[in-house]
Nanobody, 116 residues
């Protein structure tokens, strides 16, 4: 069974940076597409940044130029580097692993709060 554990969230001032980490276990990490989602209070969960098993990346327009997703297949880790944070980035951030025919898995989430 795949397990995902996020870390790295916290309180940061506007303009600051955080790096979220997601530790993957229980299966073959390198075959899964990995994604970061976020959900703000009263809003739907939204896709922030995906990375394919081959390493191709994308980010949502709302975070383009500020957030970067990466993965380390040797360590079974996926990261979300978040720079120039804004109050509207405040949300619970979730790590997701997906592989057709293998499953769709979620972490428990990590809170990011951007406030002065």
């Amino acid at each position: 069974q795949v397990q995902l554990v996020e870390s790295g969230g916290g309180l940061v001032q506007p303009g600051g940076s955080l790096r979220l980490s997601c530790a993957f276990s229980g299966s073959i990490f390198s075959i899964y597409a990995m994604r970061w989602y976020r959900q703000a209070p009263g809003k739907q969960r939204e896709l922030v940044a995906p990375i394919t098993s081959g390493g191709s990346t994308n980010v949502a327009d709302s975070v383009k130029g500020r957030f970067t997703i990466s993965r380390d297949n040797a360590k079974n880790m996926v990261y979300l580097q978040m720079n120039s944070l804004k109050p509207e980035d405040t949300a619970v951030y979730y790590c997701n692993a997906y592989k057709k025919g293998f499953g769709d898995y979620w972490g428990q989430g990590t809170q990011v709060t951007v406030s002065s």
